[in-house]
């Protein structure tokens, strides 16, 4: 099909630069096509991006990083346009393409400084009151969550950073169904197909990946080895849909809130507006002897009027420590710290200790009076520590979009369509 539009000279090239507010480039933001969502691709180091396609004027791009709020433009505006320049010096004619920059405005991922700045409320913090303010949200909440099957079309994104730098990500598009009536314990059943998926690798922090997977330097690498070892690279760890399916199911606002809303006494009203009121939930765990702990914070931002919860985030510390350490296998490792261990120092670590801080954010859309999933986005920073001292730090970055939603005649997946393994493109970012 691709190939028969190159033919009609149907397909166009679209091309612009990612900036902040400060005009700061944004590496590996997700460009797409909402309507063809497997045709998108991911800026460069640089902020640019471009990709080909068949789009009407009208179409919407749509530009998202996280951490930023998402941008959608029409393909018209992205569409390259060229004109012949005129050299007077030399009297040459040159063509001079005009590119869009899209601005992303800074949308904070967790709302952990708000929350700690706020003052609590003396009034609502006594526990009567603290209980009809939360029967309220509850019964709000009931009401406006859907009861019956829902499905999803959604464009998830992973990258993995090592020293404050992105080196990798992998873009998935896929169908999610949520059956509220199946779920055990009271959660919902998610279900997840994968549908297509790429992988971009920043090219210079891949050779050096690939030298560690070779037990070489870069400079030895010869060109055919250095082929081989890339697609080692690549397929050496299959995440399969495990990191998208689990962001999806995180962050299960309406169960998570009604199997807490009794423990009164780990309530805070935490901030309070005449619009707006912030409850947080703050729950504490520790297992098998103390050697696994872990903190959630939830904060519910809620209506002050009609106790409608407007988003929801998530704070989670967790600390781990195994007395005589296990064993990993090298794939996991690989996916761990692909670029800072080499081979001999991966198949000698046990991991003694881990340290972890995650924020989760949720934003809701209203659909005929009931309230679906919009978007999720998810911040890691951890450090995993060995034997002997080999400390690994992990930084994860992922965000879900929803780009489609069907509320009536939704059946569940079959399961070879959930189980299908699906090919991956492997993009060089330069």
Same mark, same amino acid.
């Given at each position: 099909?691709?190939?028969?539009?190159?033919?009609?000279?149907?397909?166009?090239?679209?091309?612009g630069? =990612?900036?902040?507010?400060?005009?700061?480039?944004?590496?590996?933001?997700?460009?797409y096509p909402?309507?063809?969502?497997?045709?998108?691709?991911?800026? @460069?180091?640089?902020?640019?991006?471009?990709?080909?396609? &068949?789009? #009407?004027?009208?179409?919407?791009?749509?530009?998202?990083?996280?951490?930023?709020?998402? /941008?959608?433009?029409?393909?018209?505006?992205?569409?390259?346009?060229?004109?012949?320049?005129?050299?007077?010096?030399?009297?040459?004619?040159?063509?001079?393409?005009?590119? %869009?920059?899209?601005?992303?405005?800074?949308?904070?991922?967790?709302?952990?400084?708000?929350?700690?700045?706020?003052?609590?409320?003396?009034?609502?913090?006594?526990?009567? #009151? $603290?209980? /009809?303010?939360?029967?309220?949200?509850?019964l709000?909440?009931?009401?406006?969550?859907?009861?019956?099957?829902?499905?999803?079309?959604?464009v998830?994104?992973v990258?993995m950073?090592?020293? @404050?730098?992105?080196?990798?990500m992998e873009? $998935?598009?896929?169908?999610?169904?949520?059956?509220?009536?199946?779920?055990?314990?009271?959660?919902?059943?998610?279900?997840?197909?994968?549908?297509?998926?790429?992988?971009?690798?920043?090219?210079h922090? %891949?050779?050096?990946?690939?030298?560690?997977?070779?037990?070489?330097?870069?400079?030895?690498?010869?060109?055919?080895?250095?082929?081989?070892?890339?697609?080692?690279?690549?397929n050496?760890?299959d995440?399969? /849909?495990? /990191?998208?399916?689990?962001?999806?199911?995180?962050?299960?606002?309406?169960?998570d +809130?009604q199997?807490?809303?009794? &423990?009164?006494?780990?309530?805070?009203?935490?901030?309070?507006?005449?619009?707006?009121?912030?409850?947080?939930?703050?729950?504490s765990?520790?297992?098998?002897?103390?050697?696994?702990?872990?903190?959630f914070?939830?904060?519910?931002?809620?209506?002050?009027?009609?106790?409608?919860?407007?988003? +929801?985030s998530?704070?989670?510390?967790?600390?781990?420590?195994?007395p005589?350490?296990?064993?990993?296998?090298? &794939?996991?490792?690989?996916?761990?710290?692909?670029?800072?261990?080499?081979?001999?120092e991966?198949?000698?670590?046990?991991?003694?200790?881990l340290?972890? @801080?995650?924020?989760?954010?949720?934003?809701?859309?209203?659909?005929?009076?009931?309230?679906?999933?919009?978007?999720?986005? $998810? =911040?890691?920073d951890?450090?995993?520590?060995?034997?002997?001292?080999a400390?690994?730090?992990?930084?994860?970055?992922?965000?879900?979009?929803?780009?489609?939603?069907?509320?009536? &005649? =939704?059946k569940?997946?079959?399961? @070879?369509?959930?189980?299908r393994?699906?090919?991956?493109?492997?993009?060089?970012?330069?």
């Amino acid at each position: 099909m691709k190939i028969f539009l190159f033919i009609l000279g149907l397909v166009s090239t679209f091309s612009g630069r =990612v900036v902040d507010e400060k005009g700061q480039a944004i590496p590996y933001a997700t460009v797409y096509p909402e309507v063809a969502p497997e045709l998108g691709t991911a800026t @460069n180091n640089d902020g640019v991006f471009s990709f080909e396609a &068949d789009l #009407q004027p009208s179409d919407q791009v749509v530009v998202s990083f996280i951490g930023f709020e998402k /941008v959608t433009v029409k393909s018209e505006e992205v569409r390259v346009k060229s004109e012949e320049v005129r050299v007077k010096s030399e009297e040459l004619r040159v063509k001079r393409e005009e590119v %869009r920059t899209i601005v992303l405005k800074e949308q904070p991922i967790a709302l952990q400084e708000t929350v700690v700045a706020a003052k609590k409320s003396k009034q609502r913090n006594k526990r009567k #009151q $603290m209980a /009809v303010l939360l029967h309220s949200v509850y019964l709000k909440l009931e009401e406006e969550f859907a009861h019956t099957n829902t499905a999803y079309q959604v464009v998830s994104d992973v990258r993995m950073h090592s020293n @404050n730098s992105t080196w990798g990500m992998e873009q $998935m598009i896929a169908n999610v169904v949520v059956l509220p009536e199946e779920g055990m314990e009271g959660k919902d059943s998610v279900q997840f197909q994968a549908r297509f998926c790429k992988r971009f690798f920043d090219a210079h922090k %891949r050779a050096e990946a690939d030298a560690i997977l070779a037990g070489q330097t870069i400079e030895r690498l010869e060109k055919d080895q250095k082929e081989k070892f890339m697609r080692r690279a690549a397929n050496a760890v299959d995440s399969g /849909v495990v /990191v998208h399916e689990a962001l999806f199911a995180l962050g299960n606002m309406r169960y998570d +809130f009604q199997e807490t809303m009794g &423990d009164l006494k780990h309530w805070t009203v935490s901030n309070e507006s005449e619009n707006e009121t912030v409850l947080t939930h703050t729950q504490s765990e520790s297992r098998y002897l103390g050697c696994f702990k872990m903190t959630f914070q939830r904060h519910y931002i809620v209506d002050s009027k009609t106790y409608a919860v407007r988003r +929801f985030s998530e704070h989670a510390e967790v600390k781990v420590y195994i007395p005589f350490g296990i064993k990993l296998n090298k &794939d996991q490792l690989q996916l761990l710290n692909l670029l800072n261990m080499g081979e001999q120092e991966i198949s000698k670590f046990r991991l003694r200790r881990l340290r972890a @801080n995650v924020d989760l954010n949720t934003i809701y859309q209203r659909v005929d009076g009931h309230v679906y999933t919009l978007e999720k986005n $998810m =911040v890691t920073d951890a450090h995993i520590i060995g034997s002997k001292k080999a400390e690994i730090p992990i930084h994860i970055k992922a965000t879900q979009r929803v780009t489609g939603l069907q509320t009536q &005649d =939704v059946k569940p997946l079959r399961k @070879n369509q959930m189980t299908r393994r699906i090919k991956r493109e492997i993009v060089e970012i330069y």
